[in-house]
Structure formats: C-alpha cells, structure tokens
C-alpha cells in the first residue's frame, strides 16, 4: 500500500548577512573579517588591491563557502564612493579604517587634519550615507570603531582625538535619526590594541611596541561579532574595550 502522508517540509536556509569592513586588511580588520566568516558573507574594503586578495584568500581558505567581495578604495576620495558601491547590498556596516598622526597644535599643519578628518569621518559618513538604504532594508547594523580618544583628548593627540570625537558625534547622531528604521547602530572604543598602527604611534611616541602588552585584534574583533548578532530586544550603543587585569 502506498503511503499518503505528507513529506516533511525543509524549513528555509536563512541567507548569510553580508558585511562591510573597511581597512579590512590592518590588524582589527583582518581579526573581523575571520571572526565574521563563519556567519557572514564579506566586503572588505582597502587602498591595496594585492593586499585585498591575500586576505581573500587567506579568510575562504579558512572558511570554505564563505563569500567574499573586494572593494579597492582611497577614503581621502569621497566623490569616487557612489560608483564603487552603486552594486553593494550589505546589511551591516563595521567602519574601521582609520589614521593617527601624533603632533602638537602648534606644530601640526592643516594637511595632517584635513588628511586625519577625511578618514576617519567623512569617508564612514559617506559610505554610511551611500549604502543606508540597504542597511535599513535589512534592519542591519552600523558599527564604527571607535578609539578611547573619542572619550578623552590628551597632549598631542589633538587632530586624532578631534576626529574621534567627531566619530561618536556622527554615530550618535545616527542612531537617533535611524530609530524608527530599525537600524542599529553601535560605537566601540577599543584601548590600545596590537596593530600595525599602534606599532607606528608607539614609533611616534619613541616606546618600544611589544604586541603582548596590548588588547589583541581578535578579542576586537568578538566584540564586533557580537554587537551585530545582540538580540534585538538590545542595542549596544557604547561599548568600551578596556585591558583588561595583567
């Protein structure tokens, strides 16, 4: 006799949110884009497209089935950003890219600012700007990475700290904006932390860089991959990442 039941029905594969990163290939980036592979799809953005690929490579070889777009791009060039974007569909954004120069107001030129705010807040506004349709349709999140200088400004830190300033004023600014759109949107402020730039500022600053003494990228990087899969019943919208006890 043949059977009549029903077959069980598949319940649907969920589609893997895709994620920008920018400054995808420094220490943060890279530690995100690993951190996020097993769940997410990927955008890495960057200035080195042979860079790009290396880590292209580097993240499907450790996570097969991961899908990954590149996106070369200079964030001192906000006027390219509309055609670079126009075919991305992310639902979630991690603006991490960012520059330090060390220096005094008194001896720091108006190249250094201008360069220092144009990274690190005009290139995430824009982008923001660009793809927020795409993030509200995906009720997605906007993470910036932010520093402990967005808090505190100290002796000559002046142009960082400003821009980091900036960088919670933007976010913050955002999240009010965006509330109805089911948007989140959530500021880190990481203290110093192993990277090829905390490597440069120590230089600047005439210390020795030992990598053990700082937060490490990856513990970052969980924060990040956290913040984006929070309940929703939550939004994490400050979230300081502190050394924690030696």
Known sequence: MTSTAPLPVSEPV?????TLI???TGGIGRATAHALAPDHDLILQGRNRAA???LQREVEAAQ???QVQLLELDLLHPATFADAVADLRPHHLVHNAGVAELGAVAGQPHDRWSWTLAVNVVAPAELTRLLLPSVRAAHGTVVFINSGAGLRANPGWASYAASKHALKALADALRQEEAASGVRVASLYPGRTASPMQQAIREQEGAEYDP???IQPATVADVVRYVLAAPRDVSLDDV???PGPH
Not at 14 to 18: D, F, I, N, S
Request: hydrophobic share 60%; aromatic share 4%.
């Open 14 to 18: 969920a589609a893997r949110p895709v």
């Open 22 to 24: 920018t400054g995808a």
């Open 52 to 54: 790009l690929e290396a």
């Open 64 to 66: 097969p089935g991961v």
């Open 212 to 214: 053990a003494a700082f």
């Open 240 to 242: 300081a990442v502190r």
